[in-house]
């Protein structure tokens, strides 16, 4: 069974300074994977996905991610927050061969940027 | 841009009685999804659904729980007996197709408290 693991509940970070938001997964084979935002009353909004190619992926917002098959990680990061980036964070997998298409979600990161 | 929406936002209802949650997925979407998320808990996937039919479901979608698409643009999780522990957020999300890489469009969601 797949399984995804957000180490911090919480990231406080300055506006102007890099922030990285940590995510490992755990999954049989090669995996699909997502970072989700939550904004307050608001849906999921999905930023980025890695599916194959470049471990560097590029997302919304000025925001990217490391694909690392050799530590099972995929950290968000952004080169310099905003404060209009406070919000929850989650990251996902789907495991390649997953006919459903089930997402498996983290716990979540909150991110407060402060100015 | 299209969204999926939810109907209601929030619904409270005595343990026992029977709600039903409505979702309308985005319009060319041919693949519905449930997702749960119980108070300061992870989000969890209920059921996967195409062609009117359940693609995959998760343990936590026993007897309790049906989904239909009873029209052409609506997409209804009912719950026949609630109970307390059913009390949390009602994500509905739809994809174009369903590999396992495909963006998943998430709704607000509906916080059903059950008394």
């Known amino acids: 069974a797949q399984s995804v693991a957000q180490p911090e509940d919480q990231v406080n970070v300055a506006e102007g300074n890099p922030l990285t938001v940590k995510c490992t997964y755990s999954?049989?084979?090669?995996?699909?994977l997502f970072w989700y935002v939550q904004y307050p009353n608001r849906g999921l909004q999905v930023l980025l996905k890695y599916i194959t190619g470049d471990n560097l992926v590029k997302g919304s917002y000025g925001f990217e991610a490391e694909f690392n098959k050799s530590q099972t990680s995929f950290h968000l990061k952004k080169p310099s927050a905003l404060v209009s980036d406070s919000a929850l964070y989650f990251c996902?997998?789907?495991?390649?061969?997953?006919?459903?298409?089930?997402?498996?979600f983290g716990g979540g990161t909150r991110l407060m940027v402060k100015p | 841009e299209p969204e999926v929406t939810q109907t209601p936002s929030h619904q409270v209802t005595q343990m026992g009685q029977e709600v039903i949650l409505r979702c309308v997925p985005i319009s060319n979407h041919l693949y519905f999804y449930w997702y749960r998320q119980i108070l300061g808990q992870k989000v969890e996937f209920l059921v996967s659904?195409?062609?009117?039919?359940?693609?995959?479901k998760s343990e936590i979608f026993d007897d309790q729980f049906s989904v239909e698409r009873p029209d052409g643009s609506n997409f209804t999780l009912k719950i026949r007996s609630t109970k307390l522990e059913d009390s949390a957020m009602y994500f509905c999300?739809?994809?174009?197709?369903?590999?396992?890489?495909?963006?998943?469009?998430f709704g607000p969601g509906t916080r059903l408290l059950v008394l």
């Open positions: 996902a997998v789907s495991p390649l061969n997953n006919a459903g298409n089930m997402l498996t």
């Open positions: 659904f195409y062609n009117n039919e359940i693609s995959e």
């Open positions: 999954v049989s084979g090669n995996p699909y």
């Open positions: 999300a739809s994809s174009e197709v369903a590999f396992g890489g495909e963006t998943q469009y």
